[in-house]
């Protein structure tokens, strides 16, 4: 009743930029984070950037001063701006949403990934 749907992946060289978006749709009583992790081959997955319920922010170290994380509640979506791609940024990423239903019910929901590809 709740999906997470990504966009905005895709293959770009490295120095380049993507930005990539994910929108929360269903029976939606409140959203209370959002936030964006990454797998790459091999590898757990990680967080990249969130919004806490709080509202702050928190971002991995290795994306810091390069990636930024935003959204528009009014469309319950979320967005990662990634600029100064490496090759290392490569994975799929996943947007995370801890959501509660109009039922009353809280959990977290994940998208079905977006695949970002650095080239070097």
Do not use: H
Not at 34 to 54: C, D, H, I, N
Request: aromatic share 10%; charged share 15%; hydrophobic share 30%.
């Amino acid at each position: 009743q709740v999906q997470l749907v990504e966009s905005g992946g895709g293959l770009v060289q490295a120095g380049g930029s993507l930005r990539l978006s994910c929108a929360a749709s269903g029976s939606i009583f409140s959203i209370n984070a959002m936030g964006w992790y990454r797998q790459a081959p091999g590898k757990q997955r990680e967080l990249v950037a969130a919004f806490t319920s709080g509202g702050s922010t928190n971002y991995a170290d290795s994306v810091k001063g390069r990636f930024t994380i935003s959204r528009d509640n009014a469309k319950n979506t979320v967005y990662l701006q990634m600029n100064s791609l490496k090759p290392e940024d490569t994975a799929v990423y996943y947007c995370n949403s801890r959501i509660t239903t109009i039922g009353q019910i809280t959990r977290n929901y994940w998208g079905q990934g977006t695949q970002v590809t650095v080239s070097s």
